[in-house]
């Protein structure tokens, strides 16, 4: 009797899939059967590419000589700590009575990579093979996937594009750190007095290096700037409010080269004289020009896909972005949320219809229960197809992370942050359903002489979404913070003052050409802030954002797809800069630094491979792996345009001599750290071959 084969991930998703199955039958050593059904799993990656050396022992040793390496044909080998479960999924792959093949492993490029080069390594021949892609571990949804599964023919671009990007990473991380360390390796250990100095570089990490570096070189010659800003205290029925001066057209200073902007003076004695000017009738009054109201609907923020929680997450628990996604993913494993590996922050239409199934489940969550009964009760979740948080063009492999409502009694085993962290998932997702926050904007322009002042004021009416964006475990004083925080939304994003009920009855009152008394005119003193060092979450986003931290989430969805990396590698990319210590993390604020090395490693890339540190240019071959994927263009041509641009890079720097130059660069670094930071040889550089020459 034929038998079909089920092979998952991991056997965490393996155990899933034989509940949802029904296989009641016998463990075995690596696989689980009954009479119809075989399930066995991966443990990750059992096949990687294989090192120079396989091909010939003369590429052991690190030399010009055997540079630009670039094979024909690629060699791979299993990894050595996996060799049985590989020859169990092998002789199972190959088993006479499997007929059908169901892939199950992650649904998405990386996943696609693994299955295929084990069916390579195993030889599989004339058996069917089905793909299986879920966006949750539910029962109900592998159930789905597997009654959907497509022929694994139609995945084809997908699997060229991931073998292509571990290529692409291959050939650079060889090529580059060979030719860059045996040019410059002994540059960067002699001024460090350390031993043998690898360079590592990447096609991601290297630009990741450049984007820390640059902005940590911004604020080291940043020059404060001060100002100074002229602002008046009016006087409206017994309470206050402050007017900002602007030398907008009319004004005796429009123009005027002794501004900072607009609405400042670059010297002290400016602004005095601005209040002298004013101050000569007296006493002193203001008249309303223009007085603006208007109602403003703040809408619920996009759900999440993984940049954008790892970003709050940093935020708000201080977690770095492996952290957060290793919280997600053990949440996705006990059917808590969907697939945590995408970049998407919308739903399908698909999902869209059964949405009520996710909000129903949450009844039964405690700290949301009563936000989950309120948004069923109000009946948005039947329309929310037509809202901008449903749109099938912005998905490409899943839709956003969103809770499944079911696996609730797993809560109970998670630690504290893996459950705030499902909270604020809970939260984000069912703010969707709810109406927007509703806020009374009024906006006065006021008069003395021929200035004007400004004053805006913003009163929340009515709490829309936001009555529930908040977590529960949050302190009474600090849920508004966390709320912003939870949005992706800093303190500085709106200029607009608070006000209390009373100021706004009097505001709303005003009208033109009202006469109001101005208690003083003052002025306020300010200087230029330097750029903001990346944390750990703000990171992700400017990775996702091709360089760019982008707060704005219309403008994000705009240049979506153009990012450095995927959701499934940015986190590791920023664990592995931090372990060859490139740069640095401060666990308590997540604040990105880099180090001595870091900057050395960032000047010798600067002076012999540039490109590498663009950050448009790393995402423009990203970009190509999505046209890869999507069948726009052949695998031939991408692999064409790669292999020029490592050969001529390569052969650049076997030409270059920058030593003296990367000396006074060193140098000028150097200044900043107390003493050279001693390096140890890595053990990927020990892997990787001999010494320099």
């Known amino acids: 009797m034929s038998k079909a084969l089920y092979i998952a991930e991991k056997p965490s998703v393996a155990q899933e899939f034989a509940k949802a199955l029904k296989i009641n039958g016998q463990r075995r050593d690596g696989y689980l059967e009954s009479d119809t059904s075989v399930v066995t799993w991966c443990v990750g990656h059992l096949v990687t590419m294989s090192y120079p050396e396989k091909y010939d022992m003369k590429y052991k040793r690190w030399s010009f000589d055997t540079l630009p390496f670039l094979p024909r044909d690629f060699k791979y080998e299993v990894i050595p700590g996996v060799q049985k479960q590989f020859q169990i999924v092998k002789g199972l792959l190959n088993r006479p009575d499997i007929e059908t093949i169901y892939v199950c492993t992650d649904s998405g490029r990386e996943g696609e990579y693994i299955y295929r080069l084990v069916a390579q390594m195993a030889g599989v021949k004339g058996k069917k093979e089905k793909r299986v892609w879920i966006d949750s571990q539910t029962e109900e949804e592998i159930m789905r996937g597997i009654r959907e599964a497509k022929d694994i023919s139609e995945y084809d671009n997908l699997a060229a594009s991931a073998y292509l990007r571990a290529k692409e990473d291959y050939l650079m991380g060889i090529n580059f750190s060979r030719v860059l360390t045996l040019r410059y390796g002994n540059s960067v250990s002699n001024y460090l007095s350390s031993k043998y100095q690898a360079i590592s570089v990447g096609r991601v990490m290297t630009c990741v290096l450049g984007m820390v570096v640059r902005r ?17 205290s009016i006087v409206l029925e017994g309470e206050k409010f402050e007017g900002e001066w602007r030398a907008v057209e009319g004004s005796s200073y429009f123009q005027s080269p002794v501004l900072y902007k607009e609405n400042g003076f670059k010297k002290k004695e400016d602004a005095r004289g601005l209040i002298q000017s004013l101050s000569s009738v007296q006493p002193l009054s203001c008249t309303v020009e223009k007085v603006e109201r208007k109602k403003e609907n703040k809408n619920p923020p996009l759900l999440f896909n993984l940049a954008e929680l790892q970003n709050v997450c940093s935020k708000l628990f201080k977690i770095s972005p492996d952290e957060t996604l290793a919280v997600v993913q053990e949440l996705y494993e006990k059917k808590l949320v969907t697939y945590p590996r995408t970049d998407a922050r919308v739903l399908s239409t698909a999902v869209a219809k ?17 936000a989950a009964k309120e948004a069923l009760s109000m009946g948005t979740w039947q329309t929310i197809a037509k809202t901008r948080y449903v749109n099938d063009k912005q998905i490409t492999d899943h839709y956003a992370i969103i809770p499944t409502g079911q696996g609730l009694g797993n809560l109970k085993g998670l630690s504290l942050t893996s459950q705030r962290v499902y909270e604020t998932i809970v939260r984000r997702f069912l703010c969707i359903f709810y109406p927007p926050a509703v806020y009374q904007k009024v906006s006065i322009v006021t008069r003395m002489g021929n200035e004007s002042f400004f004053s805006s004021f913003k009163v929340l009416v009515s709490e829309g ?34 006000c209390d009920a009373a100021l706004l009855g009097a505001l709303q009152k005003l009208k033109k050409n009202d006469i109001l008394s101005v ?49 499934a590698t940015r986190a590791e990319i920023l664990k592995k800069l931090f372990n060859i210590k490139y740069l640095s993390l401060n666990k308590k604020t997540q604040m990105i630094t880099p180090t001595l090395l870091g900057e050395m490693i960032y000047d010798v890339v600067n002076c012999s491979i540039r490109q590498l540190l663009n950050p448009e240019l790393t995402a423009s071959w990203e970009k190509g792996l999505t046209y890869v994927a999507e069948g726009s ?10 292999e020029h641009f490592v050969r001529i890079r390569t052969n650049q720097v076997e030409a270059s001599n920058y030593q003296y130059a990367l000396r006074q660069f060193f140098d000028a670094s150097a200044q900043y ?13 020990g892997k990787q071959g001999g010494k320099s020459s």
């Open 216 to 232: 940590e070189r911004e604020i080291r010659s940043f020059v404060k700037t001060p100002f100074y800003r002229v602002v008046s």
């Open 465 to 498: 979404y936001l009555k529930i964006a908040a977590n529960s475990f949050a302190r009474k004083k600090a849920s508004d913070t966390e709320g912003r925080a939870a949005e992706g939304k800093s303190e500085e994003d709106s200029e607009d003052v608070a």
């Open 519 to 567: 208690d003083s005119l003052n002025i306020k003193e300010g200087e230029t802030s330097p750029p903001k060092r990346y944390n750990s979450g703000s990171m992700i986003l400017a990775m996702e954002n091709a360089g760019q931290l982008i707060e704005d989430e219309e403008l994000r969805a705009q240049i979506k797809g153009s990012g450095i990396g995927t959701s």
């Open 354 to 370: 059964v949405i009520s199934k996710n909000i129903s489940g949450l009844q039964n969550y405690g700290p949301a229960a009563d």
């Open 633 to 642: 263009i052949t695998e031939q041509e991408y692999m064409d345009k790669l």
């Open 673 to 685: 750290y107390k003493k050279p930071e001693r390096s140890t040889r890595s053990a990927s550089s």
